[in-house]
Each structure stands twice: as structure tokens, then as C-alpha cells.
């Protein structure tokens, strides 16, 4: 696959990995590496969101115990960092803002790739500002086995017919990632049963799970 352009550019390239993180598991973290290694990235920065405006509150571990277990789950790997950007923004968490931060942050001198879940990309590139977005940064879609990349499809056709949108560059790739077929889902579901969870996500966030009493009551 023609993956980037880009891809010689002596740009700092950043990946912002986006996700509710609830609670971050292995699919999550081979994600970021996968995301190092085919794009070439210098740093991948883990964004836990604050507060989702599309999450029931019901199995939503705060935004404190989601940043916390994201640090536990990265800390030994040098190209990792966790940013409480979103987790201490007061409002509604949307990823436009983050991205302008960012940028503010960061200036044009370097390369901004938000990588996160197919659908999310999807929401969040037909919600708000889309054209703003993706003169931002580039979206890397990552899928599980078996995912139909046809919504993925239409969405880059949409974009690409917009008259601010430069044809020539991609500004979805799609990078498929067998180990998400791990889920928080599932994970927070396991726990509520009292099932093991082990091997599905770091020992340190599990035992932090556990020790926080984290999902025993989930729906
Ligand atoms: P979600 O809708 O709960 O997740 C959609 C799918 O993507 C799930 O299967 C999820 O698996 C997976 N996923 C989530 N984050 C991932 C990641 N970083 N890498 C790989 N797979 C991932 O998504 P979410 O976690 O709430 O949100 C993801 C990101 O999109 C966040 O940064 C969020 O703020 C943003 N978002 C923004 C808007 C907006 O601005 N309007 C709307 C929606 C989402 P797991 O359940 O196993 O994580």
C-alpha cells in the first residue's frame, strides 16, 4: 500500500493516539507500535479522553483512573508519552480542539497522524470542521480483522470532492491490527463476571483495576 508520501520528510512526525481508553488494553498498544513503525514516527502521544460526549457514564472509569492506567501501560517504552490535555479540559471532549492545540502547541515543524478506532475517525470527521481537521493532521484508521473498509472508503471520497481538500495527499490510511480483537468491551465485561483477564492487558493495569474495584459493577 502507498503509504506516505511523506514518508522522507525531515519533519518531527507525531502520532496522537486517541481513545477513551476504558480500560487500555494490548490491541491499544500495538496499535501505537504498528503505527511507529509503518509511518515512521518519532513519538506517539496516548490522549485519553475527559469526558466523551458520546459515552453512557454508567462503565466510564473517571478520567483520572483512565489517564492513570494509560501511564502505567506505556511507561517502559521510551517512545510513548500520555498527554492530560483532554482529561483536564473542563468541557466536552472534541477532537478538533485537541488537534488546534496541537498545532498551536507544535507549529507547522512537524507532522501530526491521529490514529484511533475506524468508527471513531468516522464520527469525528463527519461532526465538526472536517475540512479543518484533516488540514491538521492526517487520520490513521486502525481496523480489526474482517472490518468493512467501505465506510472508510466513502468517507475519503467525500472529503477529496471538498474544494479545501488537496486530492493529492492521502488523509486516511487504514492499517488493519489483529491484536484488536481484544476489546475494553469485553475486557470490562470479563471483570464484571469475574472472569480472568490476564494476557489481554498489561499486569500493571490489571492489578490497578483491581485494586480500584474498577467495572465490578459495569453494564
Ligand atoms: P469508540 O467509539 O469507543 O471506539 C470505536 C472502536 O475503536 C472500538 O472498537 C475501540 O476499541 C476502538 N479504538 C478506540 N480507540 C482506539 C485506538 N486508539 N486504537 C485502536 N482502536 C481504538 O472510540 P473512543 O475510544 O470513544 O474514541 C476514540 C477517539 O476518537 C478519542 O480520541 C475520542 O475523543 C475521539 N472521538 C471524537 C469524536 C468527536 O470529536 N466528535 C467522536 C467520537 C470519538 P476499544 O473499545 O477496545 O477501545
Known amino acids: 500500500m502507498d503509504r506516505d508520501r511523506s514518508a ?16 487500555i488494553h494490548y490491541g491499544h498498544l500495538v496499535t501505537a507500535e504498528e503505527a511507529l513503525y509503518q509511518f515512521q514516527l518519532d513519538t506517539v502521544i496516548f490522549m485519553p479522553t475527559g469526558r466523551p460526549p458520546h459515552k453512557s457514564r454508567k462503565d466510564l472509569a473517571s478520567a483520572e483512573d483512565r489517564y492513570l492506567m494509560t ?13 492530560r490535555m483532554e482529561v483536564d479540559r473542563k468541557s466536552t471532549t472534541y477532537s478538533i ?6 498545532r498551536k502547541i507544535y507549529g507547522e515543524e512537524v507532522d501530526l497522524y491521529f490514529i484511533t478506532g475506524a468508527d471513531a475517525i468516522f464520527d469525528i470527521l463527519t461532526w465538526k470542521e472536517p475540512e479543518t481537521a484533516v488540514k491538521l493532521c ?13 465506510k472508510i472508503e466513502s468517507l475519503r471520497e467525500m472529503l477529496m470532492g471538498k474544494k479545501e481538500v488537496d486530492p493529492k495527499n ?5 492499517m488493519e491490527i489483529p491484536a484488536l480483537a481484544i476489546s475494553s468491551t469485553d475486557i470490562r465485561r470479563r471483570v464484571r463476571e469475574g472472569r480472568a483477564i490476564t494476557y489481554l492487558l498489561p499486569d500493571g493495569v490489571m492489578n490497578y483495576i483491581y485494586k480500584m474495584g474498577l467495572y465490578k459493577n459495569s453494564s
Open 8 to 23: 522522507s520528510s525531515p519533519k518531527t512526525k507525531i502520532g496522537i493516539m486517541g481513545g477513551t481508553f476504558n480500560p
Open 71 to 83: 501511564v502505567i501501560a506505556t511507561a517502559s517504552n521510551s517512545r510513548f508519552t500520555v498527554s
Open 97 to 102: 480542539d485537541t488537534l488546534k492545540e496541537l
Open 138 to 150: 492526517k487520520f490513521i484508521a486502525a481496523t480489526r480483522p474482517g472490518y468493512d473498509l467501505k
Open 170 to 174: 492521502n488523509i486516511i490510511y487504514d
